[in-house]
Nanobody
Framework: QVQLVESGGGSVQTGGSLRLSCAAS????????MGWFRQAPGKEREFAAA????????YYADSVKGRFTISRDNAKNTVYLQINSLKPEDTAVYYC?????????????????WGQGTQVTVSS
């Protein structure tokens, strides 16, 4: 089993930045791909960003390209999501997830383990 704990969420104004962290325990994640998803009130969970097990490949939703940066530190068993130029439409609960399965990392069904989420609220 893998346990994931997100942190770093909060309330910020438009244009602000946040750095989300996702700390893993239970297993070493060096061979797991990692992803960040988000879910706004009344909407379905959507893909934001993903990173391969090595960190050599990253993937982003079109809506966040250029503003979000995903990275990982395998020595710390942690993945990060740097969010810049925040917009009100970025308001959501942000979830990290991990998987060893093959499959598109932009699809939630590809992931085996999920964290509980951290709230990001952006005010105008």
């Amino acid at each position: 089993q893998v346990q994931l704990v997100e942190s770093g969420g909060g309330s910020v104004q438009t244009g602000g930045s946040l750095r989300l962290s996702c700390a893993a325990s239970g297993r070493t994640l060096s061979s797991y791909a990692m992803g960040w998803f988000r879910q706004a009130p009344g909407k379905e969970r959507e893909f934001a960003a993903a990173i391969s097990w090595s960190g050599g490949s990253t993937y982003y939703a079109d809506s966040v390209k250029g503003r979000f940066t995903i990275s990982r530190d395998n020595a710390k068993n942690t993945v990060y999501l740097q969010i810049n130029s925040l917009k009100p439409e970025d308001t959501a609960v942000y979830y990290c997830a991990t998987t060893k399965r093959s499959g598109p990392l932009s699809k939630a069904i590809s992931y085996e383990y999920w964290g509980q989420g951290t709230q990001v609220t952006v005010s105008s």
